[in-house]
């Protein structure tokens, strides 16, 4: 167990709809990202959260966003939901540098 | 941009056996590399890593073998066994601290018996 929990487990939208996926991590753990693995890919970095603040972002679009909150917790928001949206969303976080701890992802599915 | 090739996309190696993945990169400024193991269903989990100052880290049956000149990395699972069947990526990353991995394409690993 990593002590990363995400929710929901899976995720049916409809394009051009929103969608907002949790993630929640331990105590400690200051920093959160986010990646996005489409099937049979590698996952892709979309941002990363630091206290709270943004401190880094892949090649998204800005319809992809977050946030991260005091309780350890995060969020991932996509707006304009497109059929390419369609991924394993994976929350990951970190007790120290270089030690990312992985959730076992959201599958958000964009009919 | 493709910073990151994994090879080969797919491995069968006999029970008790060496597998043998290679990942090769072009950014000089990663300076963590690490392997990550995932199974179907669940989140990828860092197996070994490496820092580009020893060219060899070994953990248990684990062991990354890192080449900074040619700018490759690779994974040796020794004694294979079917427990070891998973998708396997490395994903070498920036400055220490900084957590955004790339990562490579996976390679699936199919230990038969």
């Known amino acids: 167990e990593t002590g990363v929990t995400q929710s929901p487990t899976h995720l049916i939208k409809t394009r051009g709809q929103q969608v907002t996926l949790r993630c929640s991590s331990q105590s400690g753990h200051n920093t959160v990202s986010w990646y996005q693995q489409a099937l049979g890919q590698g996952p892709q970095f979309i941002f990363q959260y630091y206290r709270e603040e943004e401190n880094g972002r892949g090649n998204f679009p800005p319809r992809f966003s977050g946030l991260q909150f005091p309780n350890y917790s995060s969020e991932l928001n996509v707006n304009a939901l497109e059929l390419d949206d369609s991924a394993l969303y994976l929350c990951?976080?970190?007790?120290?540098?270089?030690?990312?701890?992985f959730g076992n992802g959201t599958r958000l599915t964009v009919t | 941009q493709q910073q990151v090739k994994q090879s080969p996309q797919s491995l069968i190696v006999q029970k008790g056996g060496i597998s043998i993945i290679n990942c090769a990169y072009e950014n000089t400024a990663f300076d963590y590399f690490p392997w990550y193991q995932q199974f179907p269903g669940k989140g990828p989990a860092l197996l070994i890593a490496?820092?580009?100052?020893?060219s060899e880290k070994k953990e248990g049956r684990f062991t990354i073998s890192f080449n900074k000149s040619a700018k490759q990395f690779s994974l040796h699972i020794m004694d294979s066994q079917p427990g070891d069947s998973a998708t396997y990526f490395c994903?070498?990353?920036?400055?220490?601290?900084?957590?955004?991995?790339?990562f490579g394409t996976g390679t699936r690993l199919t230990i038969i018996p």
């Open positions: 490496i820092r580009p100052d020893v």
């Open positions: 994903a070498p990353g920036g400055d220490f601290g900084n957590e955004k991995l790339t």
């Open positions: 990951a976080s970190s007790p120290y540098p270089g030690a990312l701890h």
